[in-house]
T-cell receptor, first 115, second 113 residues
């Protein structure tokens, strides 16, 4: 069974700090890894990573994938109170020979940024 | 550009009842997936619809069923509700099944009493 584990489960920091969120996975026939930010209800898409070692960046957020060690990290620099949210990691695998885009999620990391 | 919309926002039902949740995908998307998110957990895949057919299914009982209409909108039906069905139900759409980037709606909060 596909498995995605995120750590830490929760994190409390102050504005300006840099945080690193971790996501490890055990899946059959990995295809891609996605990061989402969930503030109230709808998860919003951040990054999709398919190749090892290529960093994706968007403003203060960046992410990288290591397909050999089966993990990804999400970095947020100079954190702001608006970064407070649940960060979800999801993996697409191709276990059954199809790639219909089923996302298997981790349990999420709750990030709280204090002023 | 309209994003993914879901209705209703909140719903309260009694054990044993049936419920129908609705989803309209993002403009231009023809693939809809449904997820269940229990409190404090990540979303769990229920099933995915494309071309009005269920293409893939997660580990959910037959009480959970769905439908996709010619305009790509979708419904999730849950029969014989249990207390454990209380959760946030999220709908996500994508351009087509092979595109993994999925866009989520705001969800329907279902409470079963």
């Amino acid at each position: 069974e596909d498995k995605v584990v995120q750590s830490p489960l929760s994190l409390v920091v102050h504005e300006g700090d840099t945080v690193t969120l971790n996501c490890s996975y055990e899946v059959t026939n990995f295809r891609s890894l996605l990061w989402y930010k969930q503030e109230k209800k709808a998860p919003t898409f951040l990054f999709m990573l398919t190749s090892s070692g290529i960093e994706k960046k968007s403003g203060r957020l960046s992410s990288i994938l290591d397909k050999k060690e089966l993990f990804s990290i999400l970095n947020i620099t100079a954190t702001q109170t608006g970064d407070s949210a649940v960060y979800l990691c999801a993996v697409v695998a191709n276990a059954g020979g199809t790639s219909y885009g089923k996302l298997t999620f981790g349990q999420g990391t709750i990030l709280t940024v204090h002023p | 550009d309209a994003g993914v919309t879901q209705s209703p926002t909140h719903l309260i039902k009694t054990r044993g009842q049936q419920v129908t949740l609705r989803c309209s995908p993002k403009s231009g998307h023809d693939t809809v997936s449904w997820y269940q998110q229990a409190l404090g957990q990540g979303p769990q895949f229920i099933f995915q619809y494309y071309e009005e057919e269920e293409r893939q299914r997660g580990n959910f009982p037959d009480r959970f069923s769905g439908h996709q209409f010619p305009n790509y909108s979708s419904e999730l039906n849950v029969n014989a509700l249990l207390l454990g069905d209380s959760a946030l139900y999220l709908c996500a759409s994508s351009l087509y099944p092979g595109v993994y980037e999925q866009y989520f709606g705001p969800g329907t909060r279902l409470t079963v009493t």
